[in-house]
């Protein structure tokens, strides 16, 4: 039986409090239109990474394998808005907020590859291309941080005294380290509309408690987003909402074979909740 997690509610209130997360005044995103470019940046979501298809197909796993990402499902959608949209893919399996700034994502020091190649930092990459393809980039989704909470559960399991010690380390640092990230995207591209999203939990499987986990987490996506008019699409409350554990069963492989990645469906779940919040249903086909 886990112990409690931790007083979450105490770490959410250090995080918000810590002022890394910037100006609450900021203004609220603005609405801009799909350009000539959409670029995803991220983890393995962005990726559109499952388990199954690498296990199956290893040592030999190209990047084309993965077409049932919601940056795919994303894209498609665009396409009736902007039908010579281009996606640039350069979401990373296994990133986190750190090698997503200084390099170093797992996936690429293994030698696999990514939907869309470069060298160096994803973070490096990202602000290149925005800067030789200036207005020309909207919209820009981005994913971060779940692998840094991985690495939290795998340190701390079950030890309350772990997460009282590094949680709040861990979590004021993702929120350091979004920030600077969101802080260099926006001064990059000013006027595209930038979408992250909120984290689902399947670890609430094991122990409804670990649910205040990915609360405080989401505490962090929201008001790094709202320091840099970044939009937030509600992923959580899509997955994590009602009828459990069907919901969370259908929209990831945690049940069939202990994958916390999204389902097929589950992804395009994803997109759905892009689409919904970046407002692109205004505009008249």
């Not at 409090?17 to 900021?26: A, Y």
């Not at 800067?131 to 030890?159: E, M, Y």
């Not at 994590?240 to 554990?245: H, S, V």
């Amino acid at each position: 039986m886990l112990k409690p997690v931790m007083a979450f509610t105490v770490v959410c209130f250090f995080i918000a409090s810590s002022g890394v997360l910037g100006d609450p005044t900021v203004p609220p995103p603005r609405f801009n239109p799909p350009k000539q470019y959409y670029l995803a940046l991220g983890d393995s979501l962005a990726f559109g990474f499952q388990f199954s298809i690498f296990n199956q197909h290893y040592p030999s796993v190209p990047p084309n394998l993965f077409v049932h990402g919601y940056v795919d499902d994303f894209s498609q959608m665009l396409q009736p808005i902007r039908p010579n949209i281009q996606t640039i893919n350069y979401g990373c399996v296994g990133e986190t907020t750190d090698t997503f700034i200084h390099g170093g994502c797992l996936y690429t020091t293994q030698g696999f590859q990514l939907h869309n190649s470069y060298a160096g930092a994803q973070l490096d990459a990202a602000i290149t291309f925005l800067r030789a393809h200036r207005g020309q980039v909207s919209p820009i989704t981005f994913n971060l941080g779940g692998n840094d909470l991985n690495a939290l559960t795998t340190l701390c399991g079950s030890d309350l005294s772990c997460y009282q010690l590094q949680g709040p380390l861990v979590l004021a640092q993702i929120a350091a380290n979004i920030n600077q990230i969101l802080g260099a995207l926006r001064a990059a591209a000013p006027n595209s509309e930038i979408i992250t999203f909120t984290n689902y939990s399947v670890a609430f499987l094991i122990d409804p408690r670990f649910l205040e986990l990915t609360d405080a987490f989401n505490v962090v996506v929201k008001t790094t987003a709202a320091a840099h008019r970044v939009w937030v699409a509600d992923v959580f409350t899509a997955f994590n909402g009602p009828r459990q554990p069907g919901t969370i069963c259908s929209l990831t492989l945690i049940c069939t074979s202990g994958d916390s990645h999204p389902s097929d469906a589950g992804y395009q779940v994803i997109a759905e909740q892009l689409w919904q919040v970046s407002e692109y249903d205004k505009i008249e086909e």
